[in-house]
């Protein structure tokens, strides 16, 4: 029997991108029942996850790394544009495969060998706006990114500042737009700037550079 969502929470829109149909066969079916996420596309290739991202415009991306096509973490700039927040699915939990996915904007990280509830719930929180990396991951990934900020920050404008403020709570493009009343590419002009100035390569790695240097106390 299908659960009921959380009575104050919407649905969360997902595409499934994962190229083994078992697997993706197993949680899209799991997901139908639970009345949490609804998978609004299933694919098994980045062109493919690229084409049904952008019809869809879904809330979150659940990612495999090593698709037939190429390498899933190469494709998650192209589906924030359409404002999907990205959780990685992989085999493989090593630090430097979290700040590879970091570094390319990825929410978070979840094993494949993880259960349906931690899954679930690791969607669940990357939508609500969360970066979801296992806690014994996390420290070394903020490591390995904060190692490479580069010295002498450009002191951040008020609209820098406000863009960093967004990013470090998780909201999306879309959601920063709204928020600071700017269009989409406005957004993107902003974060381009606040990353170059902090040397950062992603917005997690920004933040992470933003908290050590004190720029969001």
Do not use: Y
Not at 7 to 15: K, L
Not at 192 to 205: F, H, I, M
Request: proline share 3%.
């Amino acid at each position: 029997m299908a659960h009921p969502p959380h009575p104050s929470r919407p649905v969360v829109r997902a595409v499934l991108v994962e190229d083994h149909h078992m697997v993706a066969e197993a949680i899209r079916l799991a997901w139908a029942d639970s009345g949490e996420v609804e998978v609004v596309a299933t694919v098994g290739s980045v062109a493919a996850a690229v084409t049904e991202v952008r019809r869809h415009r879904p809330d979150v991306v659940l990612l495999d790394r090593r698709l037939p096509d190429g390498d899933g973490l190469d494709a998650i700039g192209r589906f924030e544009e359409w404002g999907a927040r990205v959780l990685v699915l992989t085999g493989e939990a090593t630090v430097s495969v979290a700040a590879r996915a970091a570094e390319a904007g990825a929410a978070g990280l979840v094993l494949k060998s993880a259960r349906l509830e931690e899954l679930t719930d690791a969607v669940l929180r990357v939508a609500a706006g969360e970066v979801v990396f296992d806690g014994g991951l996390l420290g070394g990934v903020l490591d390995q990114l904060t190692g490479r900020a580069k010295s002498g920050v450009v002191p951040l404008t008020v609209r820098e500042r406000e863009a960093l403020v967004l990013m470090a709570a998780g909201a999306s493009t879309e959601e920063m737009g709204a928020r600071m009343g700017v269009a989409r590419n406005t957004v993107r002009n902003h974060v381009q700037r606040v990353l170059e100035k902090l040397g950062a390569r992603s917005k997690l790695e920004a933040v992470a550079i933003a908290r050590r240097d004190g720029l969001l106390d």
